[in-house]
């Protein structure tokens, strides 16, 4: 009996315990009804990653049975497959590693969603003026759920699959073609493709550009990371210095040391911004901006800006052991590459401190969701119009050789 117990526990060591048709829940709070109708009486409350087992399935509809044995029913976009939920893990993980790029807050509850898109699930909530760290940003088709496939469809028992007929009554022969009329030579003559009329040019309307949602990667306090809508957020940056934004939004900013006012007997933070201007962009940034403080005014000033610039998150602050302050950023080049460049603070100066190619970014998943791409290092731009000297130029050279 123990040589025949050993034997079928080591059988046993190699088996897949996750049973085939396991889902999660996917919103914070998931209510399952007892039909069809989402206003029917709700039999059981589960939350986000808790594992139900799918019982039957209508369509869209799935009837789930949770830990506890109760049964309900529920939509699909409302569950989560093991795949979203390793990559909702990987994504978790990613972020942790990622460089913040400031600190946000929301002035009404925010829903944290597991991929950039609206109808994914939301299964954090963020109260309103808890601070989070942002991480990235990401322009997302807004598009429609598709239908998904949960779980794994069983294969057919052997005696349900059906049986090829042993005998089959082949179809009966094709009936012969008709003979063509005996004036075929001059109907094709007279349908000729010269002999038609031509048809008119329909100009084609141009197709409207497909809507999309700015999102933002967010961290909160406890590392859980996840996807929101951009326009729900707001840098927490001083207004002392978020005054001179200029209508502009501020995308990322970052302490680079402080200033001691000796008549204020304050310090007073130097603050790097990157600003965007409004609109849905490829780039994460256009503009970047250094404020240092006047201890004689008791004022902000501009200490170094760089405007019309087309800048790619991560921004990167060091700041050694010995006090040197440097940062860098990541902006595209007239050859489409991207060359991060250095610079220091230096006795309250900025200074170029030189230049490499921008290393490639980690990638970050987001499950199905289309995004935007935007170019990548190396990439050709698409051709800009020419200005009206560098045209006179070609022409010149045409006609005269030089």
Same mark, same amino acid.
């Given at each position: 009996m123990i040589f025949l117990a050993i034997i079928l526990a080591a059988c046993g060591l190699n088996r897949d315990t996750t049973p085939p048709n396991l889902v999660y829940a996917g919103p914070l709070e #998931?209510?399952?009804?007892?039909?069809?109708?989402p206003k029917s009486k709700v039999v059981a409350v589960v939350h986000h990653g808790d594992r139900l087992e799918v019982v039957a399935q209508r369509r869209r509809l799935y009837k789930l049975k949770t830990a506890k044995g109760l049964q309900g029913w529920t939509d699909e976009r409302n569950l989560m497959s093991v795949d979203q939920m390793q990559a909702l893990s990987k994504l978790e993980e990613t972020a942790r590693r990622m460089p913040g790029q400031g600190v946000a807050i929301s002035y009404d509850p925010l829903n944290v969603h597991t991929e950039p898109q609206r109808f994914s699930p939301s299964f954090i909530q963020i109260?309103?003026? &808890?601070k989070f760290d942002v991480i990235a940003h990401q322009i997302s088709l807004r598009a429609e759920p598709k239908h998904r496939v949960l &779980? *794994?469809?069983?294969?057919?028992?052997?005696?349900? *699959?059906? !049986?090829?007929?042993?005998?089959r009554v +082949?179809? +009966?022969?094709? +009936? %012969?073609?008709p003979k063509p009329p005996d004036d075929w030579e001059e109907l094709s003559e007279s349908r000729a493709p010269s002999k038609l009329p031509k048809p008119e040019k329909v100009e084609a309307e141009p197709a409207e550009p497909a809507p999309t949602d700015d999102w933002t990667l967010v961290r909160t306090s406890s590392g859980t990371a996840g996807w929101v809508l951009t326009n729900r957020i707001y840098l927490a940056i001083p207004d002392e210095v978020a005054q001179y934004a200029e209508g502009h939004r501020i995308t990322t900013y970052f302490s680079l040391g402080k200033i001691h006012d000796t008549d204020r007997d304050q310090d007073k933070d130097i603050w790097l911004w990157t600003t965007i201007h409004a609109g849905e962009h490829p780039f994460d940034y256009d503009s970047f901006r250094v404020f240092t403080w006047n201890p004689k005014r008791h004022r902000y000033e501009t200490a170094? @800006?760089?405007?019309? &610039?087309?800048?790619f998150l991560p921004v990167l602050v060091n700041k050694s052991a010995t006090g040197q302050v440097t940062f860098s950023v990541c902006l595209a080049q007239d050859d489409g590459s !991207? #060359? !991060?460049?250095?610079?220091? #603070? @230096?006795?309250?100066? @900025?200074?170029? =401190?030189? %230049?490499? =190619?921008?290393?490639?970014?980690?990638? @970050?998943a987001t499950g199905s969701t289309p995004s935007i791409p935007s170019p990548a290092p190396g990439a050709t731009e698409p051709s800009k119009? *020419?200005?009206?000297?560098? *045209?006179?130029?070609e022409i010149k050279k045409k006609l005269f050789g030089h």
């Open positions: #998931l209510r399952l009804h007892e039909d069809f109708n109260k309103p003026g &808890v &779980v *794994k469809p069983q294969p057919r028992p052997e005696s349900q *699959k059906k !049986r090829p007929d042993k005998k +082949p179809p +009966p022969p094709p +009936p %012969a073609a170094y @800006i760089a405007r019309s &610039v087309e800048g !991207r #060359l !991060r460049r250095d610079f220091a #603070l @230096i006795d309250r100066q @900025i200074k170029g =401190a030189g %230049a490499e =190619a921008c290393k490639p970014a980690e990638t @970050i119009s *020419k200005s009206f000297s560098s *045209k006179f130029g």
